[in-house]
């Protein structure tokens, strides 16, 4: 492990570890309004000042950090599920299957990401709860972002499909599920593990689109994308720079993925 | 085969374009509250008007009824009227095409411009510093939602189309560096060295020609990058363009102009793709 890969991963762990620890960090929680100081800048009580309606920024930089680094890897899981399923089952059957997942994928990847995104997100109901909100943001990015996935593992099980040790098994007669759960899904691992760690990042970008179009997780429940909203009202930097620190933090975290990925697993 | 190349690519776009909008119809028409009406509530009509508009929406239950009717509009050159706009949506997308057609193009070429240059030089120079530097410019960008850049743009007063070109240069220059990278490292470029040939010359007719095939599949993804982005960049810079008319549709659950918009995305990101996959074909050489 080279040393960026070694801080990328501290510095990730760090991220983990403060944003776990919000409610002794920031006990006073992301929706408490101190209605007598809206929008102030920084001081002792409040780190990164309070928003339009008096919330401690620095508690909801906190609280969504939490959100977004727990619910993005929940999203990589789901679609990475899904990628397994279509892409693994159809590389593994091959012929008309494969056929069939391929066009399918195509159809699903020919669609711009964000378009369909927007139209799917838009579609459900806008106005939930809080909490249902984060539920369907993130499980929205988890469902439609399986196709690049399926795309590489069903290209993986179809060379496995052909490898030696899979025709030795079938001329042992082994075959159907046994022969796809005991020895190709378990040589699937390395590609499974490698999408789910790059559907994070993606996840959490798309989240943050999501957010500032005003489709993400709903008030007052902070998220990166609902945290970076904060820009739109902003007339320059030097004015009030305190509101670009979840940017800041954002580009932290995603730039340090990025090097605790290796080239094999983004390329993967 | 050239030709059956062309065919084919044309049916696979005829089917998937088809597919698309029957897709997006159906699920906006699966959708909570695809039945509500705004105008039901407006007191300002009576109960004949809203019965009257009710059943001009009628049609539209019965997805596939509703699909059969847009196609054949559409072979008439009717795609329908926007109900959120209250518009025909063949001059909504006529009228906002062009738009999103000058910021995405200037957007693609400032990025390609970009992303070329930096890669080109960094192969030439050879500088750790000068890669560390395209690396990590790039990286931050890759790391930067476009939404947010979108934003930028507009702190800054920068055009709509920087934030584009800003959202496909990473994507170009990682992908270019390391295919001009591996170009540089082949044997024949080592022998045109050897031999005296200039950089320039090594470049236009041994490295580009060998790269081509690749980039130009590139290309037409980034066609694709741009008019996704196209979205928050439109919506949040103002512009009036096709994304900020999906973003509109999207959220007024605008049946009509939202599969219009999804079908003509689908078509022009479709014919990109197949028109850089006869490219690249046509460029191949040809087995003696």
């Not at chain 2, 407006?42 to 004949?48: G, K, V």
């Not at chain 2, 295919?179 to 200039?198: E, F, N, S």
């Not at chain 2, 102009?257 to 022009?268: E, G, I, S």
Request: net charge positive.
């Amino acid at each position: 492990m080279n040393a960026a890969r070694k801080v990328a991963c501290v510095v990730l762990l760090a991220v983990c570890v403060v944003s776990l620890a919000a409610d002794w960090l920031a006990p006073a929680g992301f929706a408490k309004q101190f209605r007598e100081v809206p929008g102030s800048p920084p001081s002792h009580q409040h780190l990164l000042g309070t928003d339009e309606i008096g919330r401690d920024r620095f508690a909801r930089v906190l609280y969504g950090t939490r959100i977004s680094l727990l619910l993005a890897p929940a999203a990589a899981l789901v679609s990475t599920f899904l990628a397994a399923l279509v892409g693994g089952l159809a590389g593994y059957l091959g012929g008309i299957w494969l056929r069939l997942a391929t066009s399918f994928t195509d159809l699903f990847l020919s669609l711009p990401w964000l378009f369909l995104l927007i139209t799917v997100r838009a579609l459900l109901p806008l106005n939930v709860s809080p909490l249902l909100s984060v539920m369907i943001t993130f499980f929205i990015l988890g469902l439609l972002g399986w196709a690049a996935s399926a795309r590489v593992l069903s290209t993986s099980a179809d060379s496995l499909r052909n490898s030696d040790f899979v025709l030795q098994a079938r001329a042992s007669g082994l075959d159907g599920p046994r022969l796809f759960f005991v020895h190709v899904l378990p040589n699937l691992k390395p590609v499974l593990y490698a999408q789910f760690w790059i559907s994070i990042p993606v996840f959490i970008l798309s989240e943050a689109n999501l957010g500032i179009l005003g489709l993400g997780v709903a008030e007052p429940l902070p998220s990166w994308g609902s945290l970076l909203r904060e820009l739109e009202g902003l007339v320059s930097f030097r004015e009030e720079p305190w509101r670009m620190v979840p940017l800041v933090l954002l580009i932290v975290v995603l730039t340090s993925f990025q090097l605790a990925l290796s080239n094999e697993e983004l390329t993967a | 085969m050239l030709l059956w190349r062309i065919v084919r690519h044309l049916a696979a776009i005829v089917g998937i374009v088809l597919l698309g909008g029957l897709l997006s119809a159906t699920l906006v028409r699966l959708a909570p509250g695809f039945d509500a009406d705004e105008h039901a509530f407006d007191p300002s009509l009576n109960a004949e008007s809203v019965r009257a508009l009710r059943e001009a929406r009628a049609g539209e239950h019965n997805i596939l009824r509703f699909y059969a009717a847009y196609l054949r509009g559409a072979l008439h050159g009717d795609l329908g009227t926007s109900h959120a706009l209250g518009q025909p949506v063949q001059s909504l997308l006529q009228e906002r095409w062009p738009v999103t057609l000058r910021v995405a193009g200037i957007g693609l070429l400032l990025g390609w411009l970009l992303a070329s240059a930096l890669a080109v030089s960094g192969c030439l120079w050879k500088r750790t510093a000068y890669d560390l530097f395209g690396t990590s410019l790039s990286g931050a960008f890759l790391c930067i939602p476009a939404a947010v850049l979108a934003l930028l743009s507009v702190i800054l007063n920068a055009p709509g189309y920087l934030a584009i070109a800003l959202i496909v240069f990473p994507k170009i220059y990682r992908y270019a560096r390391n295919l001009l990278a591996t170009a540089y490292a082949l044997p024949h470029i080592t022998a045109a060295r050897a031999k005296g040939l200039g950089e320039v010359r090594i470049l236009f007719w041994h490295v580009l020609p060998v790269v081509a095939p690749q980039m130009i599949a590139l290309a037409g993804i980034t066609v694709s990058i741009a008019l996704g982005a196209s979205i928050p960049i439109e919506s949040l810079c103002g512009l009036p363009g096709i994304g900020q008319l999906a973003w509109q549709a999207a959220l007024a659950r605008d049946l009509p102009l939202l599969v219009n918009v999804t079908v003509l995305v689908t078509l022009v990101t479709l014919l990109a793709n197949s028109g850089a996959d006869v490219m690249v074909h046509m460029l191949r050489p040809r087995e003696a």
